[in-house]
């Protein structure tokens, strides 16, 4: 190759680090136009590459998806500024036959969300790029008799990414009058399978937290006079573990968690008292238990939501149905003029990610 030749090389390969450093920092509904430019643009964005460096420089740009349930019987999905303004981004819409019925939330993750109906229907949901995904039948509902399916009690779900094994998985877990039933499912095959692996405790708080590819719940155990503590599910090797709460949240009546980042918050309150105490977890690592404040979030009876990018709450007061955002350093809410009832939110960035 001539001086001239690897010149002109050199000049286009820099040219396109430039092109892919300008569109790594777009919104997708802007590379969704940008992909009919030409053959190459609509390859590159497509690339698996490109994807996964999109979506490191998305997480800078942090929203949260809050479901609505109004008066008319319908639930409002809106995604909104992780900022101080909390205004709105853009109303995603659902397939209207989806969007009628009632639909739990389950988790947001690399731009994925984790949606389930009242017959066990499990949904995932790239709002950006409006593509809707049914997962197969449940291999416990459809092998389960009609009797044992109305005895049923409860179903509990997490949605998650491991990045050790590299793929995106559903847990659901079924729990009946004499025990629980297990099953995963695994994007990269599209598919259920049934484990033999269950927790043998009782659920407290039906809203799991994902770290580091582990699903958390807050159960209580009733073997040897109750306790409460922590389950975990490892998406990786698909097993339950026990983790013990810190020695002075063993106290509490009511627990809660939520992450951000790699770090899990456990927040612990006393029936009748105005005070929460906040733990921390970092990394899924069961000795690093720190805690960090005791704040007084009132009498009220309040949920918290998600953490925001901030480090503040975002919280549902039940008694006024208010949606409110809490400062735990200065101890303060503000009402962010949203209302109404069974509010649910997560974390949520932008992705290319197909499903």
Not at 103 to 118: A, E, Q, R, T, Y
């Amino acid at each position: 190759m001539g001086r001239a030749e690897s010149l002109n090389s050199n000049f286009y390969h820099l040219l396109e680090e430039i092109l892919i450093q300008i569109l790594v920092r777009l919104l997708v509904k802007s590379l969704l136009r940008f992909r009919s430019v030409c053959q190459h643009w609509y390859s590159l964005i497509g690339d698996s590459a490109f994807i996964q460096v999109h979506l490191k420089t998305s997480s800078q740009n942090s929203y949260i998806i809050l479901r609505n349930y109004q008066s008319q019987a319908k639930y409002l999905y809106s995604i909104r500024y992780d900022d101080e303004s909390f205004r709105e981004y853009f109303e995603p819409q659902l397939p209207s036959h989806i969007l009628q019925q009632s639909l739990s939330l389950h988790g947001s993750c690399n731009g994925l969300i984790c949606l389930s109906n009242v017959r066990g229907t499990i949904c995932l949901w790239n709002p950006a790029l409006r593509k809707l995904k049914t997962l197969p039948k449940s291999l416990i509902i459809n092998s389960t008799s009609k009797l044992d399916l109305y005895n049923r009690s409860t179903t509990h779900v997490a949605f998650g990414f491991h990045p050790g094994v590299n793929d995106y998985k559903v847990v659901r877990i079924i729990s009946y009058k004499n025990g629980y039933l297990t099953e995963v499912y695994s994007l990269s095959t599209d598919s259920w399978r049934r484990i033999d692996v269950a927790p043998s405790c009782f659920f407290v708080c039906w809203k799991p937290a994902i770290v580091n590819g582990a699903a958390y719940w807050v159960v209580k155990k009733t073997e040897e006079g109750s306790c409460y503590l922590l389950v975990r599910f490892e998406m990786g090797d698909e097993v339950f573990e026990e983790v013990m709460l810190p020695d002075g949240a063993r106290g509490c009546h009511q627990y809660n968690i939520a992450v951000l980042g790699e770090t899990l918050y456990l927040f612990g309150k006393c029936r009748f008292n105005r005070w929460c105490e906040l733990w921390t977890m970092e990394c899924g690592k069961t000795d690093s238990w720190t805690k960090r404040f005791t704040v007084d979030v009132g009498v009220e009876p309040r949920r918290v939501l998600c953490l925001r990018k901030s480090g503040d709450l975002l919280v549902a007061d039940h008694e006024s149905n208010q949606l409110l955002t809490y400062n735990i350093e200065t101890q303060r809410d503000k009402d962010l003029g949203i209302h109404g009832c069974s509010l649910c939110a997560y974390s949520y960035v932008e992705s290319l990610i197909q499903l």
